[in-house]
């Protein structure tokens, strides 16, 4: 069972450019998870979906990020205009559709803005 | 959620247990103790979890008090490839579509030495 894919793994970008970060979750996994990395800081949650729904979004920041997670295809988080200071590690992480909620993560994109 | 106190570095030999502590004093009924951990800049690996009975896998053990107010993550042979940051988290188990983002603190930096 291959685990939690994301791609691009690394992403240059310059300002006000946009940026797509995808993530295939496990497979028989519908949750979807994006957390966010600054340089020497913590992980930080961003948003949480199930297939075509966005349940929380509360760790969004209000402008140019958004998540999708289609009924088919992975999901994908959209970064517009970005700035130096979206340059960061971007992890996604999934769980199953049933029984235990347990996240497992990919490997990350690291996103630099030049 | 409950909040989570860990001490911000260890050292351990290789070969021998290393013993990751964790408070949660605050911690209530209905949230697990997870555990995680990242290698380097890898995307974080889950280890494992528990409630209130002691847990055991191939990678580790979780001793969790009977008061549930701390816990201790046991690798029982730590090697070179264990040297990672430990994140203890608690997480409430809630209703299928209910917000359940892991909230990462600094964790602790392991460093096993040869």
Redesign the interface.
């Known amino acids: 069972n291959a685990g ?1 894919m994301q791609n691009p793994r690394h992403l240059v970008r310059r300002r006000g450019q946009e940026a797509r970060l995808r993530c295939s979750p496990m497979k028989g996994h519908s ?1 979807v ?1 994006w ?1 966010r990395q600054l340089p020497e800081e ?4 961003m948003v ?1 979906l ?1 297939k075509e729904n966005i ?2 979004e ?2 969004m920041p209000k402008e140019r990020f958004s998540a999708e997670f289609p009924k088919e295809g992975p999901s994908i988080l959209r970064i517009q205009q970005v700035v130096r200071g979206d340059s960061a ?1 971007y ?1 996604c ?1 999934s ?1 199953p559709t049933q029984g235990t ?8 994109t ?1 996103l630099t803005v030049l | 959620d409950a909040k989570t106190t860990q001490p911000p570095s260890m050292d351990c030999a290789e070969g021998r247990a290393a013993n990751l502590p964790c408070n949660h004093s605050t911690i209530s009924g209905n949230e697990y103790v ?1 555990w ?1 951990r ?1 290698i380097h ?6 280890i494992i ?1 528990g409630l209130k009975n002691n847990e055991t896998n191939e990678m580790a053990s979780l001793i969790i008090t009977e008061d549930r107010k701390s816990s201790t993550l046991i690798l029982p042979h730590a090697t070179l490839r264990d040297t990672a940051v430990y994140y203890c988290i608690v997480r409430p ?1 809630g209703p299928s ?11 602790t930096q392991l460093t096993v030495l040869p």
């Open positions: 939690v949750h998870y957390y913590g992980l930080k949650f949480y199930q349940i929380d509360s760790g590690a992890f992480a769980s909620d347990t996240q497992y993560f990919g490997p990350g690291r | 997870y995680y990242q800049s890898q995307g974080p690996q889950y979890h188990r579509g209910s917000a359940r983002q892991l909230t990462f603190g600094s964790g």
